[in-house]
């Protein structure tokens, strides 16, 4: 699914009921759409600019499909555009498929590197409707039973940056928690280096990180 170039960019907060998520009217009928349905309440509105899935009042979602990485760069100008336009929380969803892995390096590093954003590959756009559904669930969890919202550091606040660092080859939910709490952002993990991540996690694991971070 492409996007079109003169898209306006939404800068603003849109107003999101707990449970529901606001799509992008171009994603009606789509797979992901389909998938939603039953698991949370999906409402599609036009007018979202450059945004395909609003989660909250402050998190959105930028959908990268395997279409978009092949067809050129556009998608990183709609990246661009949006990160230096909008206040909004940005979440970047890209379909790491055979097809596109040779294209994923260079998004990873100009979404989390560059950009700063939360990165988070999925397979295909079924995979991406679950991981939606599991953030859902995650911000509408009241804070006094959720885990991550106990502690007082900012990246265990937001479920998305957990889930961004167990898709790394290596990494659980154990390791992930580490990392967060050692290095506080994705940004300095990634610029992290083999013997700051051998302290937290071990020499094997350190390796492993470091190699998929950096290639």
């Not at 898209?7 to 797979?31: F, L, Q």
């Not at 709490?181 to 013997?195: E, K």
Request: include cysteine; charged fraction near 20%; charge should be positive.
């Amino acid at each position: 699914m492409t996007t079109k170039a003169n898209y306006p960019v939404t800068a603003g907060s849109v107003v999101v009921p707990y449970g529901h998520v606001i799509g992008n009217e171009k994603w009606r009928g789509s797979e992901v759409a389909q998938r939603l349905q039953g698991k949370v309440r999906l409402i599609f509105e036009d007018g979202l600019g450059l945004v395909d899935f609003h989660l909250s009042n402050r998190t959105c979602i930028l959908y990268i499909s395997e279409a978009d990485l092949v067809a050129g760069d556009e998608f990183k100008r709609r990246l661009v555009r949006f990160r230096n336009a909008s206040n909004l929380r940005g979440l970047v969803i890209v379909e790491k498929t055979q097809i596109s892995d040779q294209y994923f390096s260079a998004v990873q590093k100009l979404v989390v590197l560059e950009l700063g954003m939360v990165l988070l590959p999925v397979a295909n756009q079924g995979e991406a409707a679950q991981l939606i559904v599991q953030l859902v669930r995650e911000q509408s969890r009241d804070q006094g039973t959720n885990p991550f919202l106990r502690k007082q550091r900012p990246p265990l606040a937001e479920p998305a940056l957990f889930q961004t660092a167990q898709h790394i080859p290596g990494v659980g939910k154990t390791k992930a928690l580490l990392l967060l709490q050692h290095f506080g952002s994705i940004h300095r993990l990634c610029n992290a280096s083999i013997s700051e991540l051998e302290q937290v996690v071990g020499q094997t694991a350190a390796q492993q990180i470091h190699t998929f971070l950096c290639s």
